[in-house]
């Protein structure tokens, strides 16, 4: 199981003990004793196949817990778009420095990430000598392009967005419609991050904003998306869409 697929069932999980808890119904121990008891529905011979419902002794208090674990779900929402991107596009930094490229043999997207990269390292005093050396490397052959893993970065803007600009930076095509269902929704999970990371709103009010078919529809769109941005990052691996092919 890759870490993708862990990190959705991990959510897939907290979400479907949001939705039991909303409906009542619980078949699980009790853990919040001072908040709820467990009431047996039936009796059975056999303990395991025995119905529980959930009777709420304190219904204000129980109900703000199920607005604070909607907002802690947006939060594991947007790890794993960050996750995600960030994992992708290290395994694609990986593979592409392990080719060794010359400068020619890179595409001019790479070539102008691996400059910036580059440059970026430099202080002003320093900044002529250094693109001199640079020119003078590239022109005969000396450097491999590499790009450090070090400099990706997201800094929470992850989005679809984000990623379109990600994909367009190393000269990844995309189907833009086919990013188009999931910009609203990547876009609130990334909002309302913030709004939470930044103390702008309570958990509490922020979950009350949300439903759980909300949560559910934020959930499957987010998934949807991420597994287009992964077919990406893949399919421009596996043919080593960083090559230029003008050699």
């Known amino acids: 199981m890759t870490e993708y697929e862990k990190l959705k069932m991990e959510i897939n999980h907290f979400i479907n003990v949001i939705s039991i808890y909303e409906k009542s119904i619980m078949g699980i121990p009790n853990v919040l004793n001072n908040l709820f008891e467990i009431q047996i529905e039936s009796i059975s011979e056999d303990l395991f196949e025995q119905e529980y419902r959930l009777q709420i002794k304190n219904r204000d208090n129980f109900e703000a817990i199920v607005k604070i674990m909607k907002s802690n779900s947006i939060l594991m929402l947007y790890n794993l778009v960050e996750s995600t991107i960030r994992v992708s596009m290290l395994d694609y930094y990986s593979c592409l420095n392990d080719k060794q490229l010359s400068f020619s043999q890179a595409i001019e997207s790479i070539q102008k990430l691996w400059v910036k990269n580059h ?129």
């Open 119 to 247: 440059l970026n390292q430099t202080n002003s005093n320093e900044l002529n000598q250094k693109v001199f050396n640079l020119i003078l490397n590239v022109i005969n052959n000396n450097y491999s392009v590499e790009i450090e893993r070090e400099s990706f970065h997201l800094s929470g803007n992850a989005d679809v967005k984000e990623m379109k600009r990600i994909l367009e930076t190393h000269g990844i095509t995309y189907n833009n419609d086919s990013f188009r269902d999931f910009g609203g929704a990547l876009l609130t999970i990334k909002n309302k991050r913030n709004y939470l990371a930044h103390g702008n709103i309570s958990f509490e009010d922020n979950g009350g904003r949300f439903s759980i078919q909300d949560i559910n529809e934020l959930k499957d769109k987010t998934y949807q998306c991420l597994d287009y941005f992964i077919s990406l990052i893949n399919s421009a691996i596996t043919n080593q869409e960083f090559m230029s092919q003008d050699l």
